[in-house]
């Protein structure tokens, strides 16, 4: 068996703004559906942790290279890739490489760990969160989330049997450096562009993999020109029953993760031995030939079985009451004032540095001699005052339960009251953190929560990142760490 | 392991308060002068008699040059002490061991907080490079787990909670409207503390103390020496100082319906002063009434209510002016005000004025009257499990 995708994982936000909220205060037209909308305390790096969370979940397996692609990085000169690599525990011996900047990168990043997959296990990550002037298509029509699929040699539910690609030069969508929102040039020229790249690369990849159009099971088509995208998909010669859903109704175009959201989507309702191809148009066009394996419905089984959320079941839930205030909040856009608070502080490096494991990784440290567990890790145990007994135990995906709870009205938040809570953790261990994609009503003590990896704020141009809790997500079941009897 | 105490080893023969509050023309020069010299005309003292000075300030300053510049002192010893918001307690509570034990003849504890020049609200705290995963909750909010686990354990229904803490509000309001001294010097109504706006959890505006401005201070000697100074010294029964292991937050035992650190230091007090029975010995206690919850917590982790009936007591009435046991006859930090590191000190000139007799007639406790001659000063700093608990212990008698 040759190599390819073994295991996967979508991401997509608690939040959702619907498009009749932003024509309400506009005064547009009513619009229809809604976006996905990170929340004020996310960005590329902490929705891209929640996208490998999910593709790691079911195992022992860890990446030898981690593959990090955003058009929008948390930084420039520094790697995001290290954080994510950070927050996911991945060992030191695994490299971390960023592929920032245009949305090409993205599919290019899950080329490379496909390609290179037979050698090496390599987990890409991409993550894009969209924002858009107000009251442009961009705003109304992106979304935010994040992908990530692990690739490698062993237990592969799809292998990579063909590829096309074809490049050119022109100016559809652009943005300079520092600037939030892009510019667009007007769209029939790049529809006139992009239709010929695309069918170029999409019959490259057919003939590479020795296929025809009536071979295809499933035809994933995406990209950030809505035009072109649909004379593509129309021209496409695939079964109509094979066009995947674009989500862009529901969730938006997630942009750089837009192909992976789809493939996602595809690869939890696909059947052994079938065929995908994946099309992305974004300055030149990629395509992608997949085929499915056998040992797909046991992976499918199994992140059922671990509870990680399906993208329909993602796309199907979510909160929907968000407002057109709050999310130009979030963004920047709409500058509300500050609690008479001061300004929080930013992370010292060498003390964050000193606290990686804690701070990134989520690991206490428990007592080897009374098996306390102890969160922040400590050197002296609280329970039998042992010192220097102790062993590293990471607890992010270990799951508590809300002991007591408070809203905070006065500590600094963009997005008040702060929500306060004293999380139990199962198998021992308490600690005291906020709380996250949480309405007031669902907060009670004996909550069941889990963990998020958040941006905490920005200070003096320094992210702070950290973990939260949220209500468990998806469905609770065996896999539950509580009932593994940790 | 001993706590042996210093009962009766040491005095104080005077003390100054300033008026605590929003104090826009008063800066910490002038708090610190007002108090010394208010604290050192009682004594019939000169400051520059006084042998060594402890200075407790939390965040409004920097080193014992605080207190000798503004005073010009000529070369003695000053400590700057910082506790939390027991700092005021902390400088008392050294300045007294070091009289006792004959290094010094008299000594000032001076405690001082300048908190309304920053512009913000509430406490800003002290802010050390920190690695980012402190959740930057408020003091409110971390007092705030105390009612819903209070009412939780002990059955008490959530508009009954409010009523119990808005109790403690309207009576320790109606104590300070009473004192020239207090930032808050009105009554307010049970309706209006209850409706007020949340600030964390169930705390309203009214649940949390005063945010002020204000210096105190206090004069000690030994005992021996105290009458060459005054007629009627206050004796120091008893000094207990605990820090916790700050197991609250990261221990699942603890329930948020006590101060462990609390039950010590008062253990220890009592164990000092030899009280066995506080709630029928003491004539009056000031304690910590940062947030409502936490004087509800208090009153049974300091003995005066048995576990599940303070609140009991609260709506009783036993813990007010004219109750059973005096509870912040003077307003408490509520009404008060709580400039940190002044506030320890402020405890203690309330029992100063009450066992002494001086304080005005329309708010003199009865508990004096009927021959009771204990006061109670319990400051504490931190937040519910994980905090410093401050005893002390002051009686108008010698031996009792």
Not at chain 2, 74 to 101: H, I, L, M, Q, W
Not at chain 2, 237 to 262: H, M, N, Q, R
Not at chain 2, 303 to 328: C, H, I, M, S, Y
Request: include cysteine; charge should be negative.
């Amino acid at each position: 068996m040759s190599a390819g995708i073994v295991t996967w994982g979508a991401y997509l936000p608690y939040w959702r703004l619907q498009r009749a909220a932003i024509a309400l205060v506009l005064g547009a037209g009513p619009g229809k559906g809604s976006r996905a909308v990170a929340s004020y305390d996310e960005d590329t790096t902490t929705l891209g942790v929640e996208a490998g969370r999910r593709a790691l979940a079911l195992g022992p397996v860890a990446p030898q290279d981690l593959l990090f692609s955003t058009p929008a990085p948390g930084y420039l000169d520094k790697s995001s890739a290290t954080t994510v690599h950070a927050a996911l525990g991945l060992d030191r011996s695994c490299a971390a490489y960023d592929f920032c900047g245009s949305s090409r990168s993205a599919l290019g990043t899950l080329l490379l760990a496909l390609q290179g997959s037979a050698a090496r296990r390599s987990l890409a990550v991409v993550s894009d969160l969209r924002t858009g002037l107000a009251g442009s298509a961009e705003e109304r029509d992106s979304g935010d989330g994040a992908v990530a699929f692990l690739c490698g040699a062993d237990d592969v539910v799809a292998e990579l049997i063909g590829r096309g690609a074809s490049s050119d030069e022109f100016l559809d969508r652009w943005r300079v450096p520092g600037e939030a929102d892009s510019h667009v040039w007007e769209e029939r020229f790049g529809e006139e562009i992009y239709v010929p790249l695309a069918r170029e690369a999409f019959a490259d990849a057919l003939k590479d993999a020795g296929i025809t159009e009536s071979d295809v099971d499933h035809a994933i088509v995406s990209g950030l020109h809505p035009r072109a995208v649909r004379a593509v998909t129309g021209g496409l010669g695939v079964s109509p029953d094979a066009l995947a859903p674009d989500l862009v109704g529901s969730v938006g175009n997630l942009g750089a993760a837009q192909a992976g959201l789809a493939l996602a989507d595809v690869l939890e309702r696909a059947r052994p031995g079938q065929v995908i191809v994946v099309l992305s148009l974004a300055d030149g066009a990629d395509a992608l030939v997949l085929r499915t394996t056998d040992a797909l419905t046991d992976a499918q089984a199994a992140q059922r079985a671990a509870g990680v959320p399906t993208v329909a079941e993602q796309v199907a839930s979510g909160r929907t009451d968000l407002s057109y205030a709050a999310f130009l909040s979030w963004r920047g856009q709409l500058h509300r004032e500050p609690p008479r608070r001061p300004d929080p502080e930013r992370p010292g490096a060498p003390i964050v540095h000193r606290s990686g494991a804690w701070k990134y990784a989520f690991a206490a440290s428990r007592c080897l001699v009374c098996g306390f567990r102890h969160l922040p890790p400590t050197r002296v145990c609280l329970e039998c005052r042992s010192m220097d007994q102790m062993q590293p135990e990471r607890l992010a995906d270990v799951r508590g339960t809300v002991a007591t709870f408070t809203l905070d009205h006065l500590a600094f938040s963009l997005s008040p009251p702060v929500v306060g809570v004293i999380v139990d953790f199962d198998g021992g261990g308490r600690y005291r953190c906020e709380m996250t994609d949480v309405s007031a009503p669902e907060l009670a003590i004996g909550s069941r929560v889990e963990m998020t990896f958040r941006r905490i704020y920005t200070a003096q141009g320094v992210h702070n990142y950290f973990w939260k809790a949220r209500p468990v997500q998806g469905p609770t079941s065996a896999s539950d760490p509580a009932s593994e009897g940790k | 392991m001993a706590s042996r105490g210093i009962r009766d080893r040491v005095a104080i023969i005077g003390m100054g308060c300033t008026k605590f509050g929003e104090l826009w023309d008063k800066g910490i020069d002038d708090l610190l002068t007002d108090a010394a010299t208010e604290a050192a005309a009682s004594a019939g003292v000169s400051i520059h008699d006084i042998d060594a000075f402890w200075l407790g300030t939390m965040t409004s300053a920097v080193s014992g040059v605080t207190l000798s510049r503004p005073l010009k002192l000529d070369y003695k010893p000053v400590t700057r002490v910082e506790n939390f918001c027991a700092t005021g307690s902390e400088a008392f509570r050294n300045a007294c061991y070091a009289v006792a034990s004959g290094a010094y003849d008299t000594a000032m504890a001076i405690g001082v907080e300048k908190l309304k020049d920053t512009g913000y609200s509430g406490l800003t705290g002290i802010r050390a490079v920190g690695d980012g995963t402190d959740p930057g909750l408020s003091s409110p909010a971390a007092f705030s787990f105390l009612a819903p686990s209070y009412a939780h354990k002990y059955g008490v229904e959530k508009a009954e909670m409010k009523e119990v803490m808005s109790r403690i509000a309207f009576k320790n309001h109606q104590n300070g409207a009473r004192n020239p001294r207090a930032q808050f010097q009105k009554e307010i109504s049970m309706e209006t503390i209850t409706k007020a706006p949340l600030v964390a959890g169930e705390l309203g505006v009214f649940d949390c103390s005063g945010v002020s401005d204000g210096a105190a201070a206090a004069i000690i000697c030994r005992v021996e020496d105290a009458h060459r100074y005054c007629d009627n010294p206050l004796y120091v029964k008893a000094l207990s100082f605990v820090a916790g292991p700050a197991a609250g937050p990261i221990d699942p035992g603890y329930d948020y319906t006590t101060f462990p650190e609390v039950v010590r230091s008062a253990e220890d007090a009592y164990q000092q002063a030899g009280v066995t029975d506080p709630r029928a010995q003491l004539a009056m206690a000031e304690v910590h009434d940062c947030f409502t919850p936490t004087e509800l917590v208090l009153m049974e982790d300091m003995g005066f209510a048995t576990r599940g009936t303070a609140w009991k007591e609260v709506l009783a009435g036993t813990f007010d002016r004219d109750g059973e046991l005096p509870v912040n006859p003077d307003g408490g930090l509520k009404s008060f005000g709580h400039p940190i590191g002044a506030s320890g000190l402020r405890m203690l000139f309330e029992c100063w004025l009450q066992l002494r007799g001086q304080a005005p007639a329309d708010r003199q406790i009865a508990t004096v009257g009927q021959g009771r001659t204990l006061g109670l000063t319990h400051n504490l700093g931190g937040a519910p499990g994980e905090c410093v608990s401050f005893v002390g212990i002051v009686g108008s008698e010698l031996g009792d």
